[in-house]
């Protein structure tokens, strides 16, 4: 008897439980919205989503709802309705209010309505992605799951964007991107009230766009040989009579489906097609279009400097870029064409007679000012279609076209440049704009451009600078992330670039100067990442990793290490050799130091696990660690360290090769002597070394270690050999010479490494001689 009331009393809570959802109780700190409302109040109670909710709004603006009530059609199977007129309670009205600005709107949330004010439909689509931020994650799911939680907390918000410019710029030549990849990061940005998608669909590497009236656009310039195996600098030019098979490109019907998709979704999708250079791909096609007119193929890789471009000397030029124009801008409702107008090699423009008889006949003094006279003429070409010019910082030089928008990408000066001349301009300076940059330590992070771009210098990034005068600051449209796809091969590698510094970009052009700061961003973040969870993006963690800097303690002897993580309410948890890390290992508050071989283990801890990647380390001090090491031959001037004493430090190097613990030799052989201050026995010599193809960083292919007990001569005791093979990766190794015991003072090692017949010289780059 008494175990059936039990029983009962558990269904009973188990229905309650389910069925009456108690109403939530709301606290700012619960909010996780992205980027940050300019004004938000928060009231006692709350509004709560069912099946009968409805949307009051007129036919005209009927669309701008469907995303929305998409959600809970897939998550709770509801078919939410649209009416005329406000029922007594539970619905969600729309009010057109023309004093408010373009993009604004206003949103107050009571336990019986929602009302939503703007002037146009981009303010109504903000209001809803405000309450989709703000209803459970669950909202997010594709299956029909639980429906009684869909509860959001009275407020009232007041809200408008800073800046009018929110992009993101994604390199679809260097790789393809599949079109419904396209789609999603356009939701993704609508999610985050970014209303801008520039598409680089021209490069050297792969033409993106089909162009009916010149086929092998695409025939032949959207393909390219596959060498997807090398590293992007490394790899081999193709001829022209080669097969591409790595490549792809959207139709026209494919580039009206995604502005079709962006326009209902507030995005606008703006089109680059680069010229005068990064359009090998074109010259491939048709090569009629270079100064020289000879024959190449696509280049399947990196190439420096970029001489094959277009030739302004020849009208057969322009009837080509206004042909291909004239089927672009129809395709694009964007009042800008981005013409591209970077990094231009202009060397056979010297020389082609019909480049140097058009800047004749134009009194153009140099090739810059034959560039400019190039940009000039598709100015008025796209003027007389009322569309706007936007170009790179290079079309600065020999002069702008007068009403060009600029997009500054060498830093902010172009920019700065342009608005003191009266131009609009964009910001997307390298630092912190360009996304392909890594985010995290290099030794743990996907292969990346060799430069560094953190969350925290993506969330302090200011669109306008100090020194700009108000007219200068107004003609700052705004700022966009560039994510170049050189090493971005696939949509995870994409996503995983893309977010969560996308959310940082967000927040610094909605709010600006008024944005609430890191460690408030942060925490919203945290709260954040379940929703991306929710939609399958692979975001990175690297905020949450954890990062170990070593410095040779020189008053204890032995190394210092400090431990680090992005995140500021992050704790970091460590471990030394044989503990355990777990949730109750010591957590760091201080550098400590070590002064014996140590393994650390370390990670940021959330709700008991790691919540980025666990750090594990060895500090190996062995038996030549402090010896006194010769460098027979001299390292790279830009590559020395502290000379031979870097070698035996214990600390080792990462694959950022400027961290000052890498030695890197252009000359083969590098013989080091090794002089271990007394006799010691060792079985073992290992040497540490790095590979990365792409910057001319080479394994060496041989290495001999002798021994000696007078510095005089040496026998030869071990000697190893690495076959060379193509590395796309940056790779650490470390080689192990196994010597048998021997007992001696001195060392010699010598390490040669292999010139592969296109060469002239390779770098050997080494951190560590250990001996055991
Ligand atoms: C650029 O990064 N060349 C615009
Ligand atoms: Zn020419």
């Known amino acids: 008897m008494k175990e059936n009331y039990f029983l009962i009393g558990l269904l009973v809570l188990f229905f309650l439980s389910c069925d009456q959802q108690k109403e939530p109780v709301f606290k700012s700190e619960d909010l996780a919205l992205i980027p940050q409302p300019q004004k938000l109040t928060l009231n006692p109670g709350s509004f709560q989503f069912t099946e009968a909710t409805v949307f009051v709004i007129s036919d005209s603006l009927q669309s701008v709802t469907t995303a929305f009530r998409n959600k809970f059609k897939s998550s709770a199977g509801w078919n939410l309705e649209i009416q005329q007129q406000a029922p007594a309670a539970n619905y969600v009205q729309f009010t057109v209010d023309k004093n408010l600005k373009t993009e604004a709107y206003s949103l107050t949330v009571t336990s019986e309505f929602i009302d939503i004010k703007a002037a146009s439909?981009?303010?109504?689509?903000y209001a809803l992605e405000t309450l989709r931020q703000l209803l459970p994650v669950h909202i997010e799911q594709k299956q029909v799951g639980e429906k009684d939680?869909?509860?959001?907390?009275?407020?009232?918000?007041?809200?408008?964007?800073?800046?009018?410019?929110?992009?993101?710029?994604?390199?679809?030549?260097?790789?393809?991107?599949?079109?419904?990849y396209i789609l999603k990061t356009i939701d993704r940005l609508a999610m985050l009230k970014m209303n801008t998608l520039h598409l680089h669909l021209v490069d050297d590497q792969g033409w993106r766009i089909e162009i009916k009236k010149y086929p092998k656009l695409t025939e032949v310039g959207a393909f390219r040989v596959n060498q997807e195996d090398k590293h992007w600098n490394a790899r081999s030019e193709n001829n022209s009579d080669e097969n591409g098979t790595y490549g792809g490109f959207y139709t026209q019907e494919d580039i009206k489906e995604i502005v079709a998709y962006a326009t209902q979704r507030g995005i606008t999708v703006v089109p680059e097609i680069e010229m005068?250079?990064?359009?090998?791909?074109?010259?491939?096609?048709?090569?009629?279009?270079?100064?020289?007119?000879?024959?190449?193929?696509?280049?399947?890789?990196?190439?420096?400097?970029?001489?094959?471009?277009y030739c302004p000397g020849k009208e057969t030029t322009f009837k080509f870029l206004e042909e291909v124009l004239s089927e672009v801008m129809p395709l694009f409702p964007s009042k800008y064409i981005h013409v591209g107008g970077d990094?231009?090699?202009?060397?056979?423009?010297?020389?082609?007679?019909?480049?140097?008889?058009?800047?004749?006949?134009?009194?153009?003094?140099?090739?810059?000012?034959?560039?400019?006279?190039?940009?000039?003429?598709?100015?008025?070409?796209?003027?007389?279609?009322?569309?706007v010019l936007i170009g790179w910082d290079e079309i600065l030089e020999g002069g702008l076209p007068p009403s060009a928008t600029v997009m500054s990408w060498r830093g902010t000066k172009g920019g700065w440049e342009a608005s003191k001349a009266g131009h609009d301009v964009i910001m997307t300076p390298e630092n912190p704009m360009y996304f392909n940059f890594y985010q995290g330590n290099p030794d743990v992070e996907p292969l990346a451009f060799d430069a560094m771009n953190t969350l925290e210098q993506v969330y302090d990034f200011s669109p306008v600078i100090d020194s700009m005068s108000v007219s200068q600051k107004n003609h700052v449209l705004g700022a966009q992330a560039n994510l170049w796809s050189e090493y971005i091969t696939t949509q995870d590698d994409s996503e995983y670039m893309i977010f969560p510094r996308i959310t940082a970009l967000a927040e610094v052009l909605w709010s600006a100067n008024s944005k609430p700061g890191w460690e408030d961003y942060t925490s919203r973040l945290q709260r954040f990442l379940p929703r991306l969870d929710a939609l399958g993006v692979n975001y990175s963690r690297s905020v949450y990793n954890v990062e170990a800097t070593a410095e040779r303690d020189t008053v204890f002897g032995g190394i210092r290490l400090a431990l680090a993580s992005e995140m500021p309410q992050a704790s970091v948890l460590y471990a030394l050799d044989n503990e355990e890390l777990n949730a109750n290992a010591k957590v760091y508050n201080e550098p400590f130091t070590i002064d014996s071989t140590t393994t650390l283990t370390a990670a940021v801890f959330e709700n008991g696990a790691p919540a980025g990647r666990v750090l594990s380390k060895t500090f190996n001090f062995h038996k030549a660690a402090g010896a006194t090491v010769t460098l027979v031959e001299q390292p790279h001037r830009n590559y020395r360290g502290a000379g031979g004493a870097t070698l035996v430090n214990v600390l080792r190097g990462s694959k950022n090769f400027h961290d000052g613990q890498w030695l890197g030799w252009l000359a083969t052989p590098v013989t080091l002597l090794i002089d271990l201050n007394e006799v010691k026995e060792f079985s073992k010599v290992r040497i540490g070394v790095l590979e990365n193809q792409g910057a001319g960083i080479y394994f060496p292919s041989d290495f001999k270690?002798?021994?000696?007990?007078?510095?005089?001569?040496?026998?030869?005791?071990?000697?190893?050999?690495?076959?060379?093979?193509?590395n796309g990766a940056s790779t650490l190794k470390t080689f192990t010479v196994d010597t048998k015991v021997q007992k001696a003072q001195f060392i010699k090692v010598e390490i040669t490494t292999y010139i592969p017949e296109n060469k002239r010289g390779v770098f050997t780059f080494l951190d560590e001689i250990l001996v055991e």
């Open 121 to 125: 439909s981009a303010g109504f689509r």
């Open 149 to 180: 939680s869909f509860y959001i907390p009275n407020l009232a918000i007041e809200d408008a964007p800073c800046f009018k410019w929110r992009g993101l710029m994604l390199d679809v030549s260097r790789h393809f991107f599949e079109k419904d």
């Open 276 to 309: 005068p250079a990064h359009v090998m791909s074109a010259i491939a096609s048709y090569p009629f279009l270079s100064c020289t007119q000879q024959s190449i193929g696509v280049p399947s890789g990196g190439v420096w400097p970029i001489t094959e471009i």
């Open 343 to 387: 990094e231009a090699t202009k060397t056979n423009w010297e020389t082609c007679p019909d480049c140097q008889r058009r800047m004749k006949e134009e009194h153009l003094v140099d090739t810059d000012e034959l560039q400019s006279y190039f940009m000039k003429r598709m100015e008025q070409f796209l003027e007389a279609n009322d569309k």
């Open 705 to 726: 270690v002798s021994v000696s007990k007078d510095s005089i001569n040496y026998a030869t005791v071990g000697q190893l050999e690495h076959l060379f093979k193509a």
